[in-house]
């Protein structure tokens, strides 16, 4: 069973056109929820962390916004330089376990 | 303050042969993770490290794979022998020890087993 799913697999926005990606979680006791840019042919970026329901954080153009079952990553007027692959990560029990999501490829046309 | 350093950043090889990559994460993090991700995939964890104790390798292939972090701080990843089926992107990352903290990733290495 799938812990941790992202939608859409692939997003092409024109400049200017904001939009939102999900993480959806089915994981129990959430100790945090991560966000993660993935440019290619390098390891992730860390962006966000959020803990409880509720919670947002903003960096630039982008803002994370986290429920019980689901979190957002909402990009305001995208640029170019916003292409990346967008990785979604959980931290449960037992164990403290980290499980990804397959990511959803941003691209950002000028 | 230098980010999680891994090398070598490519290797190509043959199958049936060994290869090691090796990462030194970032000074203070006492949790090292090893991740494979392959394309179009999230990183798939394959050993999670506190300190110099391995907590987590039930994902590791232990028949061919070995990992080792002797003293707490930097870490090697063995293959031994090199499938077709693990060419992919082999991911260091640490952080620090505990819940709720993010990982720091290196930039990978990418394996290639012709």
């Known amino acids: 069973e799938d812990q941790v799913t992202q939608s859409p697999e692939a997003l092409r926005l024109q400049e200017g056109e904001s939009s939102s990606l999900n993480c959806s979680y089915t994981?129990?006791?959430?100790?945090?929820l991560f966000w993660y840019r993935q440019d290619p042919g390098k390891g992730p970026e860390f962006l966000f962390t959020?803990?409880?329901a509720g919670e947002e954080k903003e960096k630039e153009r982008l803002k994370a916004t986290l429920t019980k079952k689901e979190s957002f990553l909402h990009i305001t007027a995208p640029k170019p330089e916003d292409s990346a692959t967008y990785l979604c990560?959980?931290?449960?029990?037992?164990?403290?376990?980290?499980?990804f999501g397959t990511g959803t490829s941003l691209t950002v046309i000028p | 303050e230098a980010g999680v350093v891994q090398s070598p950043r490519y290797k190509i090889i043959e199958k049936k042969q060994p290869v090691a990559f090796w990462c030194n994460p970032i000074?203070?993090?006492?949790?090292l993770y090893w991740y494979l991700q392959n394309l179009g995939q999230g990183p798939e964890l394959l050993i999670r490290?506190?300190?110099?104790?391995?907590?987590?390798d039930s994902q590791l292939p232990k028949d061919r794979f070995s990992a080792e972090r002797l003293k707490g701080v930097d870490s090697t990843l063995k293959i031994q022998p090199a499938e077709l089926g693990d060419s992919a992107v082999y991911l260091c990352a640490s952080s620090l020890q505990g819940h709720g903290y993010e990982q720091y990733f290196g930039p990978g290495t990418r394996l290639t087993v012709t």
């Open positions: 000074s203070g993090h006492n949790t």
């Open positions: 959020l803990y409880s």
């Open positions: 490290y506190e300190n110099e104790e391995a907590v987590d």
């Open positions: 994981v129990s006791g959430l100790r945090g």
């Open positions: 990560a959980v931290q449960a029990p037992p164990g403290n376990q980290f499980y």
